[in-house]
């Protein structure tokens, strides 16, 4: 479970110039009596092996064949990615991407459309918007249970605001629980060292076929140089991906959340380590049966303990509707329990 030193790929306000500036250095040394000879050599000729021919291969094809179908989202707060999901128009983002409302723009290669919001499930940060009366292609969606750590992976996007950028990693790890730090709590995520930047969120993290094992949606920080951790991005994996995008689709909303729930809202903010505040209870929910009030502070869920309501929520993600869990709470008046709840299911939004 993975809680702290994460960030959202925010969607990127503004279009941004990138400018890189190398400085070459001339170093000497040596005593100035001393007299140096140099003979040039000719270099021998570089031959690529073939594994890395075929590789670079690899690369190009999937660039050729996903690019068209990473797309760059627009709105007044700023700008991400998006993969078209089918050939109807539906695109698929990150919830985030699209959060703050329209109107939307979607630009595809050399063309740009408008766009409505199909619908969005904020709990795993996804979203689909639409657009009519456009060519699009759509990508094709791996099985993400088949992945496997050491497994190449491509970023496509629009990182920085530039258009269809090309990163290449591994994926290095799979972490339950991954926390955005807004109250959002991702399952199972991807990690992979591809880098990914702000304006990657919502594109594409594809294998040497061609095919999205997930979006790129988190990347960690560095605790001590307050930035990026180069080489450390999470991203949802395609399967859930699929299973959401397609309710959305279908229903304009999410209907089968396979997300467990304690029939509870909880304040937000800091608590200073202490727990979750519990605001409101649903009657007839699980911590409501459990004897747990509006007011009572949660500090462990299944042994792990909980210092915030972002903590609470990861440690809850890991979780299945239906399995029994122990809670543990303090009262307002100081007093400690224990008691074991059967988790619900969460609502469809």
Known sequence: ML????????????AIAAGVIVAAVSLGGGSPTTTTTTTATTAAPLHPSAAALSYQAAITAVVHELSPSVVQIQNAQGLGSGIVFDAKGDIVTNNH????????????????YDASLVGSFPPDDLAVVHV??????????????????????IAIGNPLGLRSSVTDGIVSAFRQGVSEGNGVALPLMVQTSAPINPGNSGGALADLEGRVIGIPTLAATDPELGGSAPGIGFAIPSNLVTDIATQIIRYGHVVRTHRAYLGASFYPGSTNGAGAYVENVEPGGPVAKAGIEAGDLITELNGQATPSFDALISVLSEQKPGATVSLRFRRQNGGEQTVQITLGTYPGS
Do not use: M, N
């Open 3 to 14: 809680r702290r030193h994460i960030w959202w790929l925010a969607p990127l306000a503004g």
């Open 97 to 112: 991407v699209v959060a703050g409302g329209g109107p939307y723009t979607v630009t595809a290669g050399t063309h740009t």
């Open 132 to 153: 009519s009366g456009a060519h699009l292609t759509s990508a094709v969606f791996a099985d993400s249970s088949k992945l496997e750590v050491g497994d190449i992976a």
